[in-house]
């Protein structure tokens, strides 16, 4: 069957603005680069570099930074016709300190945005028999209308037989409670096929006691061997396969069959901020083209290893021939 478009991603969008002053305190900056970036939207331009035609479903607001999002998704090569445009709303804007190699000061700007709006309406106006697959992103499901439109997507793409992939995509400002962010996902996770997320997202979703990882940044050692026990239930619960992102160790994919360890790449690191989306959208590819689950996280974390040793976010996804030119040469 051919596809019209093989991804759409459902979620928040932002403008990004990255400091041009690498090292420098964030009260020091002097220039900023612009750029689009929001989980979701990020792994829209992270596909359509791979190759994949990409739709991103947001929201932005009347305004200037929401000219900006969309002109800089078109360049990019994303569908951006059923992107709604919210009268009085704003866009959401981040900004971000680059201090190489772990300290990345970001602000957002997401008091009331735009995105957070998008309706099931929105949705359902989408060519959803001309999709092969869709991208939710677990931010999605904090507040406004969103939540109950990726609520929705969750069913509808079940429904349809379409593959659903879901990023945890946690951002701790986005939530009332650390608690309401598993109690929202977890009733979603047996319609994924492929959920994705760090050890500290997956903690703070199924875990009891989600503040520790909040107020330490890292899963306690002693609680690690817990962890992954909640995680395995997520298959027996109906998850398809589970993508646990654990940093320099690589990648665990999980599924009914098997556990997949796959190892990452060492690089130095210039910036952190985008690797996970990389990562996403490095993996969404290559299942999507049929490889096996180790070769699609090896090119996924290929994918992310690119992205840290270069500059930005959505500007420094790597493409197809660059990721393939990279793994060979790490061979």
């Given at each position: 069957m051919t596809f019209r478009y093989d991804l759409v991603t459902l979620g928040r969008a932002n403008m990004d603005l990255y400091s041009q002053d690498i090292g420098a305190e964030f009260e020091d900056i002097t220039g900023f680069d612009a750029m689009v970036g929001g989980s979701p939207t990020n792994i829209a331009i992270g596909t359509a570099r791979l190759g994949l035609r990409a739709l991103a479903l947001t929201a932005v607001g009347d305004d200037r930074v929401g000219d900006f999002v969309l002109r800089y998704l078109r360049s990019e090569g994303v569908e951006t016709a059923y992107i709604p445009r919210k009268q009085g709303k704003l866009t959401s804007l981040a900004l971000l300190g680059v201090q190489p190699p772990s300290h990345f000061p970001l602000s957002f700007y997401r008091e009331d945005p735009a995105d957070i709006y998008l309706t099931v309406d929105e949705f359902e106006a989408l060519p959803l028999n001309e999709v092969r697959a869709i991208e939710l992103s677990g931010n999605a499901f904090s507040r406004g209308t969103c939540a109950a439109t990726a609520v929705h997507?969750?069913?509808?793409?079940?429904?349809?037989?379409?593959?659903?992939?879901?990023?945890?995509?946690?951002?701790?400002t986005e939530w009332p409670t650390p608690r309401a962010f598993g109690?929202?996902?977890?009733?979603?996770?047996?319609?994924?096929?492929?959920?994705?997320?760090?050890?500290?997202?997956?903690?703070?979703?199924?875990?009891?006691?989600?503040?520790?990882?909040?107020?330490?940044?890292?899963?306690?050692?002693?609680?690690?061997?817990?962890?992954?026990?909640?995680?395995a239930r997520l298959i027996e619960g109906g998850t398809g396969a589970v993508a646990l992102k654990r940093g320099p160790r690589g990648v665990?994919?999980?599924?009914?069959?098997?556990?997949?360890?796959?190892?990452?790449?060492?690089?130095?690191?210039?910036?952190?901020?985008?690797?996970?989306?990389?990562?996403?959208?490095?993996?969404?590819r290559s299942r999507l083209n049929g490889l096996d689950w180790w070769d699609a996280a090896r090119f996924a974390n290929?994918?992310?290893?690119?992205?840290?040793?270069?500059?930005?976010?959505?500007?420094?996804?790597?493409?197809?021939?660059?990721?393939?030119?990279?793994?060979?040469?790490?061979?």
């Open positions: 997507a969750a069913r509808r793409g079940r429904d349809l037989g379409l593959t659903m992939f879901m990023d945890l995509d946690f951002r701790d109690e929202a996902l977890r009733p979603v996770f047996p319609l994924l096929d492929v959920l994705i997320g760090t050890e500290e997202e997956f903690y703070v979703a199924l875990m009891p006691n989600p503040e520790t990882v909040i107020s330490s940044g890292e899963v306690p050692d002693d609680e690690h061997g817990r962890l992954d026990e909640e995680v665990t994919i999980l599924t009914a069959a098997d556990r997949v360890d796959v190892p990452g790449f060492a690089v130095e690191v210039v910036n952190t901020v985008g690797a996970g989306d990389a990562f996403a959208a490095g993996l969404i290929a994918c992310g290893a690119i992205e840290v040793t270069r500059h930005g976010c959505a500007s420094a996804f790597p493409t197809e021939t660059e990721v393939d030119e990279f793994m060979a040469a790490q061979q």
